[in-house]
């Protein structure tokens, strides 16, 4: 009896055992599926603007315009007011982002005409690059300017190699900049639209033979230009460089902006399934400036106002796209823009004469082109509903820091090789930016550490072409204490020469000896190829 009793407990033991086993399998299950849930990768979406100042947005101390839905970004993530583009033109500022490379590095990183070849080697590290070594499904739609193929290229076929081949699986872009021919849309390295009976010819040394252009017949021109656009005249517009044939494939300038859009929001709807990282490339605020019908003269600050409201309609319609497809809760958006403002930058367009109280440098000094604060200082925020608290920061932070800080999110090995890895700061969780950086204006750079800013003699003129941008020129070195004089008026090289020799010190470190003056940067006026 004792021993009928004894197996039967033993069965009762081993069935609540096998049970037990069971349900802590079931437990674990879920948990390991919970974690799956909170450490699934996140969609990245970078949106770049072209040509937008620190002080363009309301969210950034704007009160003649008004931006609601980049404010909503901005203050609802983590707004850096002391954030930074590595060089105060496109070409640079791009390069750095894609690469994590300073772009004086380079020395082919400069202001590059619509036939330039590929700027990023195939072979380098990039960020989409290490993004699809994680499972990411890269896109780049918008405004490119980091050059197409071998520098020979025939526009007629397909063209390589292009974004395709430094990490991206899908690209929808224009190749330089709307000011610059060619005038059409390329996708995954074929001209959309063309016609193989009206191939593309594109020159950026001599017209071709018959076709107009700004100087042979102003009459059919319908946006005057005022310096370096007056070459080949497409939709009444003068251009930079030469072109001939592709009529089907021209964009139409004023319907760019939902082109490019509707072009990011299908990216995201088509691959929502699996991350995605896209770099949704704004052409706005840039000339030429063609904002839709319904935005001319809503700003009351001509074409230039017109296009930002524009720009924030766009990023309202793609954030609306990312809710009714259920992906912002996962999604971490970084916004910033290339450089800093500049009004008149080759039309006559009312960006000066409509100013009126506005500010696009900010508090700053300088603006695009420029050495000077407003060159390079920015707006740059992050945004993920749910992960990143409302904060405003003051880290020192560039965008070349954006790959190694994204590597990081995504427990990559690869990194950039100038790039800091401030996921913390992007993410709110810590106020620890950059020691120091050096940025960059037309193959001269400058350098910042905390609130200093040191700048060194650069031969030149001090204003360009006589639209009143400063290029921060001097014979002399300049010292900036930025905290007690935000404007960079006190030079206090010779007050404080202490301070001069450790920041030189500093800097001759990281660029080495490059901190003579440049002489072939007399800059007495723009070229006809030098706008971005």
Known sequence: ????????????????????????????????????????????????????????????????????????????????????????????????????????????????????????STTQSTMPKMLQSKGYYTGVVGKWHLGLGDGNIDWNKHITPSPNEVGFDYSFIMAATQDRVPTVYIKNGTVENLDPNDPIEVSYR????????????????????????????????????????????????????????????????????????LYYALQQPHVPRTPSPEFVGKSGMGPRGDVIL????????????????????????????????????????????KLGKHKPWGPFRGGKYSLFEAGTHVPFFTY????????????????????????????????GPDSENLLNVLLG??????????????????????SWVLIPPHN????????????????????YNLKEDIGERNNLAKSHPEKLKEMLAAYKAIRGDEQKPHKKNSQKKPTKNSHS
């Open 1 to 120: 009896m004792k021993k009928k009793l004894i197996v039967v407990l033993v069965a009762i033991f081993i069935s609540s055992f096998f049970n037990a086993c069971k349900s802590s399998n079931k437990e674990l299950a879920q948990r390991s599926s919970a974690k799956q849930a909170v450490t699934k990768l996140p969609n990245i979406v970078i949106i770049y603007a072209d040509d937008l100042g620190y002080g363009d947005l309301s969210s950034y101390g704007a009160t003649e315009i008004s931006t609601p839905n980049i404010d909503n970004l901005a203050n609802n993530g983590v707004r850096f007011t002391n954030g930074y583009a590595s060089s105060s033109t496109c070409t640079p500022s791009r390069y750095a982002l894609l690469t994590g490379s300073y772009p004086w590095r380079n020395k082919n990183a400069h202001i590059l005409p619509g036939t330039a070849p590929l700027l990023i």
């Open 206 to 277: 001599k017209n071709f033979e018959g076709e107009p252009t700004a100087l042979t017949n102003p009459e059919m021109v319908k946006m005057k230009w005022h310096h370096g656009h007056n070459n080949s005249i497409v939709n009444g517009i003068p251009r930079i460089g030469f072109m001939k044939g592709g009529k089907a494939a021209k964009w139409k300038d004023e319907t760019m902006a939902k082109t490019f859009l509707a072009q990011a929001q299908n990216f995201v709807k088509n691959e929502k399934d699996k991350p995605f990282f």
């Open 310 to 353: 524009e720009a924030d309609w766009c990023v309202g319609q793609f954030i609306q796209t990312l809710k009714e497809q259920n992906l912002l809760d996962n999604t971490l958006i970084i916004f910033s823009s290339d450089n800093g403002p500049v009004l008149n930058d080759g039309y006559y367009d009312d960006a000066v004469e």
């Open 460 to 479: 030149g003129a001090k204003v360009i072409g006589g639209v009143n941008i400063e290029t921060g020129n001097s014979k002399e070195y300049q010292l």
């Open 429 to 450: 969780n810590s106020n620890q930016g950059r020691k120091e950086l050096v940025v960059e204006a037309t193959r001269r750079t400058a350098y910042k550490q905390g």
């Open 384 to 415: 993920w509903k749910g992960k990143i608290k409302p904060a405003t920061s003051d880290a020192l932070i560039c965008q070349t820091d954006i790959f190694s800080s994204l590597s990081s999110l995504v427990n990559s090995p690869i990194t």
